[in-house]
């Protein structure tokens, strides 16, 4: 059974570019949410998709946008970036109840 | 608004000695509780978790307890070892909610000294 993986483990970009961001599910769970940790803080929630269908947004601007795909892999998309979008970006999944998180994308924005 | 707030952002602690990170929070919604742990470009590992119609959890080494009416918990490690040396987060969550999304705090460092 493999945990959750995320790719690419850094990524550099330049303001105003846009960024994807992936995730493969830890196997049998049907539920992804992605996780913004800034410098210095805790995890803050963005968004969450269960079987395909976001059913969860964290106070997160709509240029963060996702997809859950059939084998319930993930991507996070980012337009517009723009400098303070720098940080640890997580996903995690789950089946019912239970996080197991992947060790994240870290993402510098210049 | 910092629902979830842990506000020793470090703690230092011979190893053999108790460990005792802090956690409050100000959603009186929630009702689950989780303690991760992150080592260094590693995403946060599960630790333990207690429900709010318990006061205490404990597995091996890690004890949770939670005081409702102070809307504080605490993660209690005894007895610590170096290995213990990692970020630790504080998570709440409304269990049955639309997302279960967890709210988290902003983390205690913690070094155990050999």
């Known amino acids: 059974e493999t945990g959750v993986t995320q790719s690419p483990t850094h990524l550099i970009k330049t303001r105003g570019q846009q960024v994807t961001l992936r995730c493969s599910s830890q196997?049998?769970?049907?539920?992804v949410s992605w996780y913004q940790q800034a410098l210095g803080q805790g995890p803050q929630f963005i968004f969450q998709?269960?079987?395909?269908?976001?059913?969860g947004r964290g106070n997160f601007p709509p240029r963060f946008s996702g997809l859950q795909f059939p084998n319930y892999s993930s991507e996070l998309n980012v337009n517009a970036l723009e400098l303070d979008d720098s940080a640890l970006y997580l996903c995690?999944?789950?089946?019912?109840?239970?996080?197991?998180f992947g060790s994240g994308t870290r993402l510098t924005v210049v | 608004d910092q629902q979830v707030k842990q506000n020793s952002p470090s703690l230092s602690v011979q190893e053999g000695r108790i460990s005792i990170l802090n956690c409050d929070y100000t959603n009186s919604m929630f009702d689950y509780f989780l303690w991760y742990k992150k080592y260094p470009a590693e995403g946060p590992t599960f630790l333990i978790s207690i429900s709010s119609i318990k006061d205490k959890n404990e597995d091996g080494r890690f004890t949770v307890f939670l005081n409702k009416s102070a809307k504080h918990l605490s993660l209690h490690i005894v007895p610590s070892q170096p290995g213990d040396s990692a970020v630790y987060f504080c998570a709440a969550s409304v269990a049955g909610g639309a997302t279960n999304k967890l709210i988290f705090g902003t983390g205690t460092l913690l070094a155990v000294q050999p």
């Open positions: 998709y269960y079987r395909e269908e976001e059913n």
């Open positions: 196997s049998g769970h049907n539920t």
């Open positions: 995690a999944s789950s089946l019912n109840y239970g996080y197991t």
